[in-house]
């Protein structure tokens, strides 16, 4: 993670909160740059559990919750394939589309259809001409 203009910032009177929402980076991040530069501070954040119910609650989005977040969307991924396994490769809900086919690995049309639309779109916006 880069941090070279955490001095400029502490230099201009930026609180660590604002330095903190500037990076998205935990509170406890910020103290160990802080650190490292030699930029002592009072500074004392509420110290907070991160991980999934941070990152869902209350919006975070620091490296341990989105690793959190991650993690548990691909336990779930794990569990929701195993049910479309059983169900015959459809995927045992109502609402088919896009993330169903992705997040439930369903083979329906709706949900193959609209992965390979996703696919060709977004190979349409990064394919480079020549
Ligand atoms: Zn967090
Ligand atoms: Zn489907």
Redesign the pocket.
Known sequence: MKHELLPLFVAAGLSDSRIVRHYGV?PLTVLRWRKAEGLATQWKPKV?E??ES??KK?G???????A?NTKAQQTGNVRRRALTEANGGIAPIARHGLSTGRNWGCWCEVCRGAIKAANDAWTATHRRAG
Do not use: K, L, Q, W
């Open positions: 935990a907070v991160h991980g941070a990152y209350r975070c989005r620091c490296d341990v919750c989105r959190a």
